[in-house]
């Protein structure tokens, strides 16, 4: 059975960070090809980031430089790393194994004074 749970999430502060994480189960995350999304309200979803099998990793362009996606293979998880975080970061994030329909169900992030 295939499982993707996001955790990490929450308020915080402009300039603050968060750590978010996806633990996965029923395959390795380390074989595939896995990606953070994010959804603000009213907006369309978005790729934030990607993490190739071989570790090669993507960035939005209104992300690089402040989020870091990684890759824990001993625990099968799949983090994001959000630094300098702003208040247009707002949204929830999801975790998702590409080219397949799976989908976590998402952690809100909200970022604000």
């Known amino acids: 059975q295939v499982q993707l749970v996001e955790s990490g999430g929450g308020l915080v502060q402009p300039g603050g960070s968060l750590r978010l994480s996806c633990a996965a189960s029923?395959?390795?995350?380390?074989?595939?090809?896995m990606g953070w999304y994010r959804q603000a309200p009213g907006k369309e979803r978005e790729l934030v980031a990607t993490i190739t099998a071989g570790g090669r990793t993507k960035y939005a362009d209104s992300v690089k430089g402040r989020f870091t996606i990684s890759r824990d293979n001993a625990k099968n998880t799949v983090n994001l790393q959000m630094n300098s975080l702003k208040p247009e970061d707002t949204a929830v994030y999801y975790c998702h194994r590409e080219n397949s329909i799976w989908w976590g169900q998402g952690t809100q992030v909200t970022v604000s004074s």
């Open positions: 029923g395959f390795n995350v380390g074989f595939n090809l």
